[in-house]
């Protein structure tokens, strides 16, 4: 417990310093309509990463979010402008469908999730061109959308406060139930896991299915919102949301990675974009200021892996060391 709220505490440090760095440069950084900004901005990468974590935590990775997303968007303007409930019901069921087929390939036919998922979003991106049919479709239901990001307490809206439900339900899934804990097995060690008597197969399904869940959320979310739904959505989120994901922590070996550590890399990149944008700096410099993020927490986080994994192999070899001078 104290090494997890150890790491916690040092996914913070970023997102302070950088709160701090901006705030400072930029005193209309803190004011209560871009704390707004800014929680919209969590809300619309937050669900996406906290899918994709799960699978990355599972050993596994879906490249598929991103075309769940617009493929939801799309959906929800074809069949719930008439009957919104309908509508957003449809899209998660067919995003739970979607992650359901991916696991199900992976663990049936033993396929890599890259080449499973890669397959999948080309498939859900040809999908959406059709949908889309050629124009960028729009909802009209703008009552919704002004439900949805009304503020309350001028910085939260119904959406950033559905993603932080989101988030506090996956806290609990990982830490108190044996699915998420078959979950990080699966991920840490597969083999040790099925000897041990995890279900993998239900872990993987799940961490997959709610991946396509929690995509197809932000892309229903996202459309309502915006009062559009196009087939160009997503095209850069699965990046954004995997670049989020490893800043939060999430390892690609699996296993490691935790919904507030996630939470931290989502603000991070959220804080970052934000207060570059508010410095009129051009959108290609800030995307190649994300891969340098990206690149440095890679460097510090393997380095200090190595000096761990160091110190361990250190005192092993001194412990047998002692053992062969005094033997217990």
């Known amino acids: 417990m104290n090494m997890h709220i150890q790491q916690t505490a040092r996914r913070l440090i970023l997102p302070a310093a950088l709160l701090l760095i901006f705030s400072v440069i930029n005193h209309d950084f803190l004011a209560p309509g871009n704390i707004y900004a800014l929680m919209q901005s969590f809300a619309l990468l937050g669900l996406v990463t906290l899918g994709i974590s799960l699978t990355m935590i599972a050993g596994e990775f ?40 991916n696991g199900a390939l992976i663990r049936t036919l033993r396929v890599s999730s890259l080449v499973t998922t890669l ?38 809206s119904l959406r950033s406060l559905t993603t932080l439900v989101c988030f506090m339900l996956a806290t609990f899934m990982l830490s108190f139930t044996r699915l998420g804990r078959d979950i990080r097995a699966v991920g840490s060690n597969r083999k040790a896991a099925e000897m041990a008597g995890s279900n993998v197969t239900f872990a993987l399904y799940a961490a997959f299915t709610l991946s396509g869940i929690l995509a197809a959320m932000t892309g229903t979310l996202t459309s309502i919102s915006l ?23 999430v390892t690609l ?25 508010l410095l009129g700096i051009p959108s290609a ?37 002692l053992e062969r001078i005094d033997p217990p």
């Not at 935790?258 to 931290?264: E, M, Y």
Request: aromatic letters at 4%; charged letters at 10%; a neutral charge.
């Open 285 to 321: 410099t800030i995307l190649l200021l994300n891969g340098a993020l990206l690149f440095i927490v890679l460097i510090s986080d393997g380095r200090r892996r190595r000096c761990q994994n160091f110190r361990v192999q250190g005192g092993s070899r001194v412990t047998r060391m």
């Open 62 to 101: 879906d490249l598929s979010v991103g075309a769940v997303s617009a493929v939801a968007g799309l959906v929800l303007v074809k069949t719930g402008e008439s009957h919104p409930v309908a509508g957003i019901v449809l899209t998660l069921l067919a995003g739970a469908a979607i992650g359901l087929a």
């Open 119 to 156: 397959g999948m979003m080309i498939l859900l991106n040809g999908a959406a061109v059709w949908l889309e049919g050629g124009q960028v479709l729009a909802y009209n239901n703008f009552d919704e959308a002004d439900l949805l990001d009304r503020a309350f307490a001028g910085i939260f």
């Open 227 to 249: 009062s559009t739904a196009s087939s160009r959505f997503g095209t850069d989120l699965v990046l954004q949301a995997a670049t989020a994901a490893i800043v939060g922590g």
């Open 253 to 277: 070996s699996g296993g490691a990675g935790s919904p507030v550590s996630i939470a931290c890399g989502v603000i991070t990149l959220t804080i970052l974009n934000n207060g570059l944008s």
